[in-house]
């Protein structure tokens, strides 16, 4: 699987996102070790607190299914009706990816246009995971 090719799986799910109090779609696709891609896009609700981001969407779709080894995430997002534009995962989205994947899992995101690859650990540099607790 390219990054292009994730890029457009994350692409159609940013379509199905429900963000009528934002109007920030979003969308995401997680690429399994195995192959499989699970997506996802943000939920929002009326009570706001319980809004599901759309790389938590994936993730949990992905971990409920019986996968946990993931290789790469793919993610776009923008104002609704818009392009795919820049949308780095929130604090809270590193958080959770930290907790199945090495720092080496690559995040694609859209830059200026453009695809850009990084990885998990750029972006959540010494994060505490389920290795913290055990001392490491
Ligand atoms: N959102 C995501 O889906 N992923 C992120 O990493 C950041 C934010 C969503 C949540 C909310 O529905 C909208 O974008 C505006 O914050």
Redesign the pocket.
Known sequence: MTDLELLTHASAARTLAY?PY?G?S?GAALLCTNGEVYTGC?I?NASYTP?V???RTAVFKAVSQGNQCFTAIAIV?GPAGTPDGY?P??GV?RQVLNEFCDPSLRVILIDKGEPRATTLGQLLPEGFGPRSLKGD
């Open positions: 963000a934002s920030y979003v943000n929002e809004t981001c759309a790389e997002g949308a995962p929130c989205c």
